[in-house]
């Protein structure tokens, strides 16, 4: 399968949004596909990439636990990680004509297990815990609010907001870092730039919902 055509069918699976409307989507998309072929090749299991990812989020959580330091930019890096693995199974399972409703519904719960261990690094970096609380709370509404809409007779993903996966990938990764370099109060920041882009991503996608649902 080529790219264009991996293109066209990540659309079909994911309510005809053309991931080629967006650079960012398009080029982490770009990326995932080349890393993806060679292992489409050997037949593994996209649920198995998917736990996968899952578990590295855990790890991402214990190291930041651990302490400070070189620790908590191994958090970073593993953050980083999980997001790819993340973004392989679903390319995986495309390349590999592989694709299921379980396999959707499986990456669906464990991205949603991944966003909540993200911010709990940030808590354990450091962060106070109700930026935490509110920043994960937010971004489950998010993702809540769309598969409601989905459910209600929207068609496409809808938007793509400024506050999607690989944004929350980025700011925690970022953040984490900084704390590794500079100490306080970067994983607080970190932790309240999930509150702050949390509540402009859920006010861009209710605002799309209720147009395409009207």
């Known amino acids: 399968m080529d790219r264009e055509a991996y293109f066209s069918r990540w659309a079909e699976l994911h309510g005809g949004y053309d991931p080629r409307s967006n650079g960012l989507v398009r080029r982490w998309l770009t990326w995932t596909y080349v890393l993806a072929r060679p292992l489409a090749r050997t037949r593994l299991p ?6 996968l990812g899952l578990l590295v989020s855990v790890a991402a959580a ?23 693995l993340d973004n392989l199974d679903g390319a995986v399972a495309v390349l590999a004509g592989r694709a299921t409703r379980w396999g959707y ?21 450091g962060a106070p815990p109700e930026a935490c609380v509110a920043g994960g709370a937010l971004a489950l509404l998010q993702e809540y609010a769309r598969a409601r809409a989905a459910a209600g007779g929207m068609s496409e993903v809808g938007v793509v907001t400024v506050w999607e996966r690989p944004s929350r990938v980025i700011v925690t990764a970022a953040f984490l870092a900084s704390a590794a370099a500079l100490g306080d109060p970067w994983a607080s920041l970190g932790a309240w730039a999930w509150v702050g882009l949390g509540v402009v991503g859920l006010v ?3 605002v799309v919902v ?5």
Not at 46 to 51: E, G
Not at 62 to 84: F, H, P, T, Y
Not at 105 to 125: G, N, P
Not at 210 to 214: I, K
């Open 46 to 51: 996209p649920d198995l990439v998917t736990t």
């Open 62 to 84: 214990a190291l930041a636990a651990a302490g400070d330091g070189w620790w908590l930019l191994a958090a970073a890096l593993v953050v980083v990680l999980s997001a790819l």
């Open 105 to 125: 519904v499986l990456d669906s719960v464990t991205d949603r297990c991944s966003d909540l261990l993200y911010v709990a690094a940030l808590w354990l970096a």
């Open 204 to 206: 861009q996608l209710l």
């Open 210 to 214: 209720r147009r395409r649902l009207a």
